[in-house]
């Protein structure tokens, strides 16, 4: 008798991650937390004044961008907006919904063009390589850097990405840095090392 032909079991594929869990998740059901009555606290402030505070520190900063931006208008005395003039201190560092590097390529083009009608006119007796190398240093970022240093533009410069927690009124000391909160372990870790180094020896 010929053998009967048997048919293969397949293993059961894999199913996917959702489906697994689906049987534990239950979706429509409102889940309460009850807290002890002496744990609770009501505050006295109203809650719309409370969501308000909260957005105080950002509003403070725009605020001061803004004045920083005006102070920088009336110091250079070009009539350009103050809001342009806050974009290009912005850097994209700072994760704001506008920065620098789209003006930076007009600046640049005509950056260029300024010291290039500069050096052909002062100098009729020298070359296009001359004029070229010539141009490369008074462009150069160094160059550029000290001109500002001694403009004293560096403070007016938009950094650092603005982070509620850390924000203070003028003339108060901040309540909490985080910088020193992230510093601290790792300078914790660098003795705990330090220190594995100095057993081994």
């Avoid at 239950?26 to 807290?35: A, E, P, Q, S």
């Avoid at 240093?137 to 001109?147: G, T």
């Avoid at 533009?153 to 020193?180: H, M, T």
């Amino acid at each position: 008798m010929p053998p009967k032909a048997t048919k293969s079991k397949e293993a059961p594929a894999e199913q996917p991650i959702l489906d697994r869990f689906s049987s534990h998740l239950k979706i429509g059901i409102t889940y309460y937390v009850f807290l002890p009555p002496e744990l609770s606290l009501v505050h006295p402030l109203p809650e719309s004044l409370v969501r308000g505070a909260q957005r105080l520190p950002s509003i403070m900063r725009r605020v001061e961008s803004i004045l920083l931006a005006i102070q920088l208008k009336d110091v250079i005395d070009y009539s350009v907006p103050a809001s342009k003039i806050l974009e290009a201190l912005t850097a994209a560092s700072c994760q704001e919904t506008f920065c620098y590097e789209r003006a930076e390529l007009l600046g640049d083009a005509y950056l260029k063009w300024v010291v290039s009608k500069f050096l052909f006119l002062r100098y009729p007796q020298k070359h296009e390589g001359q004029l070229t190398r010539m141009r490369q240093q008074m462009m150069s970022n160094m160059v550029l850097y000290e001109y500002a240093l001694n403009k004293g533009l560096q403070s007016y410069n938009q950094a650092d990405r603005f982070a509620p927690s850390r924000w203070s009124a003028p003339g108060v000391l901040p309540v909490f840095d985080e910088d020193k909160r992230m510093k601290l372990p790792c300078l914790m870790w660098s003795i705990h090392l330090l220190k594995l180094e100095v057993g081994q020896m």
